[in-house]
């Protein structure tokens, strides 16, 4: 069977994190502008921290139980999915970026060994095939890219 569109799909989680691609912006560029203090300090009084949206960003991995076979999904209005700076500091920036990328293996190690047809499976809790939820996995791969280089540049003004 065809594993060209896991194959893709892959490639692409991977290379968002921290790969060669054309808009020359990765999580890993975008992590080497953030230290411990930026990553827990909001670069304005209208903006999230660069925690938040890495935090934001794993409940979303999180979410994708689907794919596992499994049923339902992270709550997103879950109070305990949205903890503050001062509950997730102790942990520190190097565990929330070790979670973000294990969450990502995560999802990867799903997909290894599956063929394409893999993902015209419809979700029984959603009615949506599984391309659908990869693809707006990395579309919000690279929308919280896009919050984190903002957070950046106000940070380092």
């Not at 999180?62 to 997103?76: N, Q």
């Amino acid at each position: 069977m065809a594993t060209i569109l896991i194959e893709d799909i892959t490639k692409q989680l991977n290379d968002l994190h921290d790969g060669d691609v054309w808009l020359d912006e990765t999580f890993a560029k975008k992590f080497e502008k953030i230290n411990e203090t930026d990553a827990f300090t909001p670069p304005l009084d209208d903006l999230q921290s660069c925690r938040i949206d890495l935090t934001s960003y794993c409940l979303a991995q999180s979410s994708y139980g689907p794919l596992a076979g499994c049923s339902g999904s992270a709550e997103t209005g879950d109070p305990s999915n949205w903890k503050t700076n001062d509950e997730l500091r102790p942990a520190g920036w190097e565990t929330l970026k070790k979670e973000l990328y294990q969450s990502k293996q995560e999802i990867i190690y799903i997909l290894n060994g599956k063929d394409d047809t893999y993902l015209d499976t419809i979700s029984a809790d959603y009615g949506k095939d599984f391309r659908y939820f990869l693809q707006g996995l990395i579309h919000h791969d690279l929308y919280h890219m896009g919050q984190l280089g903002i957070s950046v540049k106000y940070l380092k003004k």
